[in-house]
């Protein structure tokens, strides 16, 4: 059974940067898409970015492009969201999430699992 474990989050300022990782086990991952979603309070869930594991292409939202980067090590089976230049807006609870299909998706309906999330606060 696929387990996905996200870590990282907290309170920061505004302009300030957080690092979110996601513990992956219980699977062969070499075929997966994993992405980074995230919800705020009476908001639906978005999708912020999503990446390849097998030869690291990504896709981003338009939101956070050109601040937030995504990551893996192969090594260690964990996916990270590195965010940076944090806003207000950017407040939510971030989940994990794993495609066993091969299309780079940013459709959450596409993702097979999902972590349990972690808050990330921003202060204005």
């Known amino acids: 059974q696929v387990q996905l474990v996200e870590s990282g989050g907290g309170l920061v300022q505004a302009g300030g940067s957080l690092r979110l990782s996601c513990a992956a086990s219980g699977g062969t991952f070499n075929s997966y898409t994993m992405g980074w979603f995230r919800q705020a309070p009476g908001k639906e869930r978005e999708f912020v970015a999503a990446i390849r594991w097998t030869g690291g292409r990504t896709i981003y939202a338009d939101s956070v492009r050109g601040r937030f980067t995504i990551s893996r090590d192969i090594a260690k089976d964990t996916v990270y969201l590195q965010m940076n230049s944090l806003k207000p807006e950017d407040t939510a609870v971030y989940y994990c999430?794993?495609?066993?299909?091969?299309?780079?998706?940013?459709?959450?309906?596409?993702?097979?699992?999902w972590g349990q999330g972690t808050q990330v606060t921003v202060s204005s």
């Open positions: 999430a794993a495609d066993l299909s091969v299309v780079l998706s940013w459709q959450a309906r596409t993702y097979d699992y």
